[in-house]
């Protein structure tokens, strides 16, 4: 979660894996290295986007409030991206575009799904 918003290693391979049709998977604080995507036009990839990722509360819960150096939820609504969450530790997933998001470390198998029945209905998985 330190490094990943700034990474640009990163965001070349996911701008890249984007802009070629591909898509951008994230599970809990991995939505961190989404946060500082631009496209080519200079906004931020997650602009106007439904994700979701480790909430603030699941950070308290966690006792890591004084710990992590941001709260994705408040950095991702400041790139206007629509952040959306269920009651913590609930499993969520969401898809909107290419772009799949799991709320917590939980449900990395939520995503998995989302993800294999978008490749299924490309008919390219």
Not at 62 to 85: H, L, S
Not at 93 to 110: C, E, H, M, S, Y
Request: aromatic share 12%; proline share 2%; hydrophobic share 40%.
């Amino acid at each position: 979660m330190w490094d990943f918003p700034d990474n640009k290693e990163i965001q070349e391979i996911a701008l890249s894996s984007y802009e070629n049709n591909g898509y951008i998977l994230s599970v809990c604080h991995g939505i961190a290295g989404l946060l500082n995507i631009k496209d080519r036009e200079g906004n931020f990839l997650i602009s106007g986007k439904k994700i979701t990722g480790f909430t603030k509360t699941e950070e308290l819960l966690a006792g890591k409030m004084k710990i992590v150096p941001f709260f994705n939820q408040k950095m991702a609504e400041e790139r206007e991206a629509i952040f959306q969450k269920k009651r913590f530790y609930k499993e969520f997933a969401l898809k909107d575009g290419r772009i799949i998001t799991g709320q917590n470390p939980f449900f990395v198998r939520a995503v998995a799904k989302l993800y294999v029945e978008e490749r299924k209905k490309c008919k390219q998985f």
